[in-house]
Nanobody, 126 residues
Framework: VQLQASGGGTVQAGASLRLSCTASGRTFSRHTVTWFRQAPGKERDLVAA????????YYADSVKGRFTLSRDNAKNTVYLQMDSLRPEDTAVYYCAAKEDRAGWSTISNRDSYNYWGQGTLVTVSS
């Protein structure tokens, strides 16, 4: 599976962006797709995750109520709609995928993911 992340950019606080994570090579049907982000000098942290087969989702507390995951089966794409962006959301956003057998309980474990996209930069100015 190859993942292509896109949609980043520079916006002002309060604006919205939509990130996309598209898979090629195989479908997401048995995978969990997760967005992580890494700000300068910080760890790569879990933002949100979606289990493809039943659309189970998880959101980090810092983005709950502002970010929304969705999926498009036909396009084999996961979207992260980011609203009410804040300067602290500034980071490189990475999408990652792993097979469901790796377990939902390990979604925050970066080492549990088999596939990673290249990252897309989101910059939010105040």
């Amino acid at each position: 599976v190859q993942l292509q992340a896109s949609g980043g950019g520079t916006v002002q606080a309060g604006a919205s962006l939509r990130l996309s994570c598209t898979a090629s090579g195989r479908t997401f049907s048995r995978h969990t797709v997760t967005w992580f982000r890494q700000a300068p000098g910080k760890e790569r942290d879990l933002v949100a995750a979606i289990r493809w087969k039943d659309a189970l989702t998880y959101y980090a507390d810092s983005v709950k109520g502002r970010f929304t995951l969705s999926r498009d089966n036909a396009k084999n794409t996961v979207y992260l709609q980011m609203d009410s962006l804040r300067p602290e959301d500034t980071a490189v956003y990475y999408c990652a995928a792993k097979e469901d057998r790796a377990g939902w309980s390990t979604i925050s474990n970066r080492d549990s993911y088999n596939y990673w996209g290249q990252g897309t930069l989101v910059t939010v100015s105040s």
